[in-house]
């Protein structure tokens, strides 16, 4: 363990996520190293395939820090995929070329359930290898982000085996079998849990679990199938990181803006958001008051807002930091606070210079909206 | 025009609709008459294609009338695609095997848009025949409802010209060119509107705007580009039907249930909700106090309850109908109303079986709620 990362240049991520005033909104964008970048598609050549690129903490780190040298992002998000604890599970991930992952055994009956452990997290390595190898290379340029799918996101892939639209295995099994899907959910919360404590203990700063398929649950499903799993994972985490800063925990349910009353009370920093909510009203549920508790937002335009011509993007981007309203700046105490964000990954088809058009209308019009 | 259609057996829908007590819950469901039936797969099979069987009077009829064979559900849905009015704009309707709806002509720039016109309702003269054979056919065993997709989510088929994950092109051409998705929506209003008059006038008892895709829009661009058009339907619609009964008007977005409080003002009167939805949340918001204003509410189970075992299935459906509460049951008043649905179409893997133990648990559990 090494407490020797260089200090912080742009803290203003952190800040926002602790709901700290800040002179400008800062803003990282969900899959920011990706395949609309000609320099990340150059480095995944050479990896060979996705897996290759994950597990190799040189490529890694030099995917994950492309975004930054081309946009002023004021957040660097770890390079890894979400299923990769199933994949330390045993289940046996790929990715076929265009076909999204795959499970080589699918978990869709009591045995295969009785089998599910918490994973030796040396089985990880070289992701908490690769975090230690970004936060060196970033060098204090900005704070970099730990992730981990929630239990229930997992839970979707491993009995899928694979994506789906309709998640008719999943639901099977979590109407038919309860029992079975609450061992499950239990297995991967533990084991989402150490493996986002390991990615603390090599250096992420802040870390988000993506709920990624929380939102096609059924109300009173959400809640007990994916929330409280989420709530087991934040009660195991760490709260400080290798340097005994605080570690902002992110937690982003695509589609899950109709439960924000559900959500207001689970203990973490951040609440994500995709573009189907409104900020503002967001903002009143769990936001908090200057000086109360609360929660920081982050989100949520519309990533196919980036096809359209750049003063497009700029008024699409002013909509959304105006649907958040002012930022507090009182410096003294906490309150609400907003990081802005994509609601969904971007899109690979995005244009990067549209990415441009947008990072910097976030930064200039967030300072004029704190000088109103 | 015949007014010549047997008396109501079964008005129990209707009345729920219209917010008027009843002694039970009201069911029906989305796509009823579909693949999980085996005689609708022989008729299907007969029939060539699915235009040919939608296409053809006769066969619309025969496959409407099949889950009523089975089922005691209190509605009939005229058996159609929400995708005949583009195809009557001439945009070339095909059903590829396996694959989805496609268009041949895709609606992507200005001289496309410019082309674009209300279709002669003589072009969809198909569909109306059906609707008065199926309302004929059905004898006054329940109520016949006619639909159409809503403006938004014709036009996302028209841009994408087939179905799509990510509706890239359909919100590229909104965000770029709000003028042209603009032009789009307000031919798709008034298309769908001459469409579901045509249908009340060929003796539909009620009708369903489906806005299958609005939850896929942003905060702001909903409200613009799909509610807006769905109200400019909504004005314009016929009140009463051909035997001068009021005729309900359902408006049902997948998605939508994080927007109620827009939807509220909406002039119809039942609102259909997906599962993510609570009902009883959504009572308080839109359902309205017994002898005041309000609107039904319609849903909202997950069709994947479906695939459980029939105990399963019977305490999810008490689930739903216990969180919608017991509706008003003052005969001389108006009141909150529900109407048993699933959250969206049935799946095609769905044991037929199953269904019977859903619909029996609806009808009895929903009179035993009414005796508490």
New interface residues.
């Given amino acids: 363990m090494t407490t020797s990362f260089a200090p912080l240049a742009n803290d203003t991520f952190l800040r926002a996520c602790m709901r700290q005033a800040t002179d400008y909104t800062p803003l990282w964008l969900m899959r920011q190293a990706g395949r609309y970048l000609p320099e990340y598609k150059a480095t995944r050549a050479k990896a060979g395939s996705f897996m290759g690129l994950a597990t190799n903490v040189d490529y890694a780190t030099e995917v994950t820090l492309q975004p930054l040298d081309r946009f002023p992002l004021d957040a660097a998000i770890l390079f890894s995929d979400i299923l990769t604890v199933p994949d330390a599970m045993g289940l046996g991930l790929s990715f076929a070329e265009g076909e999204g992952p795959r499970f080589a055994k699918a978990v869709r009956d009591e045995a295969a359930v009785a089998q599910l452990a918490v994973p030796d997290m040396d089985r990880l390595r070289y992701v908490f290898d690769a975090v230690t190898s970004i936060r060196r290379a970033l060098n204090g340029r900005v704070p970099l982000i730990g992730f981990s799918g929630s239990p229930w996101t997992l839970a979707c892939y491993m009995v899928e085996g694979r994506g789906s639209?309709?998640?008719?295995l999943v639901?099977?099994l979590m109407?038919?079998r309860p029992d079975l899907m609450h061992r499950i959910l239990a297995v991967n919360a533990d084991a989402v849990a150490a493996y986002l404590n390991a990615q603390i203990a090599a250096g992420a700063q802040a870390v988000m679990i993506f709920d990624s398929w929380g939102?096609v649950?059924?109300?009173?499903?959400?809640q007990e199938f994916s929330l409280e799993y989420t709530r087991r994972v934040l009660a195991q985490l760490k709260r400080s990181g290798v340097d005994g800063q605080p570690v902002p925990r992110i937690v982003f349910t695509k589609?899950g803006?109709?439960w924000l009353e559900d959500m207001k009370n689970l203990d973490c920093e951040v609440l994500g958001l995709d573009?189907?909510?409104?900020l503002g009203q967001a903002r009143a549920i769990v936001g908090g008051a200057v000086g109360g508790p609360g929660k920081a937002l982050q989100g949520?335009?519309?990533p196919?807002?980036l096809?359209?011509?750049p003063e497009?993007?700029a008024a699409?981007v002013r909509?959304v930091l105006d649907?958040f309203g002012k930022p507090h700046t009182d410096e003294s105490t906490t309150g609400p606070t907003h990081v802005f964000n994509l609601?969904h990954g971007i899109?690979q088809?995005t244009p990067p210079e549209h990415v441009a058009a947008l990072v910097e209308t976030v930064h200039g019009y967030s300072r004029s909206l704190r000088k109103r």
Same sequence: chains 1, 2.
């Fill in positions: 639209d309709d998640y008719r639901k099977s109407y038919a939102g649950l059924a109300d009173g499903c959400f589609g803006g109709i573009w189907t909510a409104n949520n335009i519309d196919n807002v096809f359209a011509p497009a993007i699409q909509a649907s609601g899109s088809h």
